[in-house]
């Protein structure tokens, strides 16, 4: 299969580590270009893999076949609209957006388009992942529980504006009320309490019967745990570390290689990724009354 090739919108710090030396390493894709708000930053990460800058959206869009996306979410609705229109495949970070309506805008901008997209929920693509959720269908479960804690928020590469402001449940809420959708079934209601700069918790209802229960916070002070869901059933459990990950990279460009030459088709598409923003919305409406 020819690479495929794929711009990169973004040139921050998780750009730097992961989104361009996994594109740029092939043999899946290569890195057609980088674009970002601040042309040097964009100058700067093209050159470290021999790839072009561009300081024009549209010049990146014109170079490139598919286009990832490395940027806060509001920014990644706003012109992940434009690379849809463009008729580019997309490659998506989660949250989809900043907010449902932005979520809605882009999902519908990629279904009207007929691209192909898919998200980063960066622990599905792990092989110790699959083996978990393969388990966990086979034990006949009714429950479980999940726990996302960090002191992201204290500082470091991660306490950027949108985090520090929105906090646990838009940054690290995607991926652990995913995981217990995919190990439990579809999420069907959520309770939500607490502060999402502090600790969150939910109280999450899944399609068939099952419950579980997450904890998020990205404000603990000193070490702390790997994150960790566990799921119990009639026939046993599983357990699920995010220390056993491993690097994924590799397995989400490989997947998103496929993905654009199939035209689509992927089960974490922007589709899934408004499923899971409507339930975090809901969420922060909660939160927010209180």
């Not at 806060?72 to 229109?85: H, K, N, S, T």
Request: aromatic share 6%; hydrophobic share 45%.
């Amino acid at each position: 299969m020819e690479p495929v090739r794929v711009g990169l919108v973004g040139a921050g710090p998780w750009a730097e580590m992961v989104h361009a030396p996994a594109l740029a390493a092939g043999p899946h894709t290569t890195l057609s270009g980088v674009w970002a708000r601040r042309p040097e930053a964009a100058r700067s990460l093209a050159d470290a893999h021999g790839a072009p800058s561009f300081e024009r959206l549209e010049d990146l869009f014109a170079a490139s076949e598919a286009v990832a996306f490395c940027v806060p979410p509001a920014v990644q609705a706003e012109l992940g609209v434009r690379a849809a229109r463009a008729g580019r495949a997309l490659l998506l970070e989660k949250p989809l957006a900043a907010d449902l309506d932005g979520a809605r805008r882009l999902a519908g901008a990629i279904e009207e388009a007929g691209v192909a997209s898919q998200m980063l929920f960066t622990f599905r693509y792990s092989a110790a992942t699959a083996g978990f959720l393969d388990r966990a269908r086979r034990i006949e479960p009714f429950g479980g529980h999940a726990a996302n804690i960090s002191g992201s928020l204290r500082g470091g590469p991660f306490a950027t504006p949108w985090r520090l402001e929105r906090g646990a449940v838009l940054d690290v809420g995607p991926h652990m009320i995913d995981l217990l959708d995919a190990a439990l079934g579809r999420v069907v209601a959520v309770k939500a309490h607490g502060d999402p700069l502090g600790w969150v918790g939910l109280l999450l209802e899944h399609e068939g019967g099952a419950v579980s229960e997450a904890s998020l916070s990205m404000a603990a002070e000193g070490e702390t745990p790997p994150s960790r869901v566990e799921v119990y059933g009639r026939l046993g459990n599983a357990t699920l570390l995010g220390s056993e990950l491993g690097d994924v990279f590799p397995e989400v460009v490989r997947q998103f290689a496929g993905t654009v030459r199939d035209g689509g088709g992927h089960p974490l598409d922007a589709r899934h990724g408004l499923r899971m923003q409507e339930i975090i919305d809901d969420v922060e409406r909660q939160l927010r009354a209180g």
